[in-house]
């Protein structure tokens, strides 16, 4: 059974404060995007794994985890025989890790016929990764807490999205590790929310918390966003703790000039679209 694992953005983020557990509490706008992995699962005879990234499958794996928990919560004795194919970068903040465990979780639910809903699987993907919940559903959401609050809504229009990635990564744990809340960005929501579904401009609204830590590890991410506003491109921002950039563009707009440039320096430029479903 084969599932399209869809990578996300983050519209916007809000680290709103640091929990006693360590986690933080979040408000953040997420949106799928059409870049996905592909994660095909059948039941077999003993287990095997194959992904074309050379990925471990151990403890370290958020599909070997997710797959783990539930055959701890239900019992079951099923071997799988598992195949990713990897297209979403690491350490991009494109969530390539949650949304193959969120399929994982989705493919075993049907294959063993355990009749578990999206809420559910959410709040068993939760166990295991922050992203986990919204990537069960796959849809525009705002997202709340740690991650675990997921209310999806309707988008007016449509959106393209260019993705822009330097070459090095930022690490999650890194970032949320150096954050000061009172030095990093704040934006408003609520104001950014009303924006995309009444289709107003986005101009000096959109934000992220976590650019304050990415860009003293990754200073490449200012790079980037510098240089689409120089070319006119003004709804830019880093998704996730980063480091990829992106480019919210109407539907159709042409940006073959701002490809070409980031082509030349970056190595990995994707153009792709906002699911809506």
């Not at 070997?64 to 055959?71: N, P, V």
């Not at 991009?92 to 979780?105: E, I, P, R, V």
């Not at 980063?242 to 159709?252: A, N, P, Q, R, Y």
């Amino acid at each position: 059974m084969i599932e399209k694992a869809y990578g996300k953005i983050n519209i916007s983020i809000d680290v709103i404060s640091k929990r006693e557990d360590g986690y933080h509490n979040m408000d953040m706008i997420m949106a799928p995007v059409d870049l996905y992995d592909l994660i095909d699962i059948e039941i077999a005879e003993k287990e095997s794994y194959w992904c074309n990234d050379d990925l471990p499958y151990d403890e370290t794996n958020i599909i070997y985890r997710c797959i783990e928990l539930l055959r701890k919560k239900f019992n079951f004795k099923e071997h799988f025989s598992i195949k990713v194919t990897k297209n979403i970068p690491q350490e991009a903040g494109l969530a390539g890790g949650s949304a193959d465990g969120a399929a994982a979780l989705r493919i075993v639910n049907k294959l063993l016929n355990l009749n578990l809903s999206l809420k559910q699987l959410s709040c068993l993907g939760k166990e295991v990764g922050a992203d986990i919940p919204f990537c069960v559903y796959q849809k525009v959401a705002r997202v709340r807490g740690i991650g675990d609050i997921v209310e999806p809504f309707k988008l007016k229009v449509g959106y393209d999205v260019l993705l822009i990635k330097p070459k090095q990564g930022v690490d999650t744990k890194i970032a949320f590790e150096i954050l000061d809340l009172d030095k990093c960005p704040h934006p408003d929501i609520n104001q950014v929310k009303k924006a995309l579904i009444n289709n107003e401009p986005l101009k000096d609204i959109l934000g992220n918390s976590l650019l304050y830590s990415a860009e003293k590890l990754v200073p490449e991410i200012l790079d980037i966003i510098k240089e689409c506003k120089e070319r006119g491109y003004e709804d830019v921002v880093m998704t996730g703790s980063g480091s990829t950039v992106f480019v919210l563009l109407e539907k159709g707009q042409d940006c073959r000039d701002l490809i070409k440039f980031m082509e030349g320096k970056y190595p990995f430029v994707y153009r792709t679209s906002i699911l809506i479903k």
